[in-house]
């Protein structure tokens, strides 16, 4: 069975041409396929509106809706992967568009890999928008353009894929709760959460997660949706606070590639390390006086200054990361 997991935050107005491509998807052979809809705390509740919506398109397959009270992308996930039905996951936002055809291209690709735990798909901005100079470069972060240079697995280039129109198995992730997985940003409950610091990065620590259970992260480029991104983000205003929410996502995939690459059942002070590695990285980058690295300085400071923050925490993530890790290689 294939779930769909669609999740919102005050998204009434652009839930409609997201509902309606997904309507419009074509059925893999044999195979059931629902929706699930988890409305993220909105201002204004949702599921109604869903409800209706999706009545008024004549109800292609099964609905299941939700609300989570707790705010941010995590939650909303977390309460859509309990409530899918299915093997195969997919997660879409409330401004993706699939295309007809991927169900058809993600189900087959899974099943002819099974060891593939998470695949990605390749966000298209609509025809006519006008876009910035600088987008090319940031289009990654937006969830927008190919996530590799040829199907298969993402590494070398890098080590995840963004969570738009990502494929899951459920049965992995399943396995990676049994073996102690949650999010960093859930790791000190609310009061003392890490998610005060940081917006985003779910995607990248899911597919962390399934990739310490032995699993591979592919990417598929026939799976393709469009991506209508509000106009406010093409403004330049707009770079700064996405380059700031940019570097504290970054530096929580740093943790996971640090724990990645080291063998050591704890670590003491590592916060210190890590704050070295990135002096030195700004250092470099601060003699080079072109404004193309303007943006890469920007992020050295903000993680600089996140992992200041951070310090008296830091370490007692990377160990339970490090836990986390080896109990998922036994």
């Given amino acids: 069975m294939i779930s769909i997991i669609l999740c919102s935050y005050n998204g ?11 309507s419009r998807l074509a059925m893999p052979s044999g195979k059931r396929v629902e929706l699930v809809f988890i409305d993220s705390n909105s201002d204004k509740p949702m599921v109604d509106l869903v409800i209706e919506s999706w ?51 993600g189900v087959s690709y899974l099943e002819k890999f099974p060891s593939v735990g998470i695949l990605g798909g390749q966000g298209i901005l609509p025809d006519g928008i006008k876009i910035p100079t600088w987008f090319s470069k940031y289009a990654y972060h937006f969830a927008c353009g190919p996530q590799n240079d040829k199907d298969g697995n993402v590494q070398p280039t890098r080590n995840v894929v963004y969570g738009a129109g990502m494929w899951v198995r459920k049965s992995v992730y399943i396995k990676a709760i049994d073996n102690g997985f949650q999010f960093i940003f859930d790791f000190h409950g609310s009061n003392q959460s890490v998610d005060q610091f940081t917006n985003g990065g779910e995607d990248g620590e899911l597919c962390w997660a399934i990739r310490f259970q032995g699993y591979e992260i592919h990417y598929l480029n026939s799976l393709k949706f469009t991506h209508r991104i509000s106009l406010m983000k093409f403004e330049n205003s707009y770079l700064n606070l996405l380059i700031e929410r940019t570097s504290k996502s970054t530096l929580i995939g740093t943790i996971y590639y640090r724990v990645n690459q080291i063998n050591s059942r704890k670590v003491n002070q590592f916060w210190i390390k890590e704050l070295l590695y990135i002096v030195v990285h700004y250092l470099q980058n601060i003699k080079i006086q072109k404004s193309y690295f303007t943006n890469e300085l920007n992020r050295n400071l903000s993680n600089i200054k996140l992992l200041l923050r951070l310090r008296y925490k830091y370490d007692d993530l990377f160990n339970q990361l490090l836990s986390f890790k080896y109990k998922s290689s036994q």
């Fill in 12 to 22: 009434n107005e652009r839930i409609g041409a997201s509902l309606f491509a997904i």
């Fill in 55 to 105: 009545n008024s398109l004549g109800t292609p397959f099964g609905l299941k809706t939700d609300i989570v009270t707790s705010p941010g992308k995590v939650a909303a996930l977390q309460l859509g992967f309990q409530k899918a039905s299915g093997e195969f996951l997919i997660v879409v936002d409330d401004d993706n568009e699939l295309f007809s055809d991927y169900l058809i291209h």
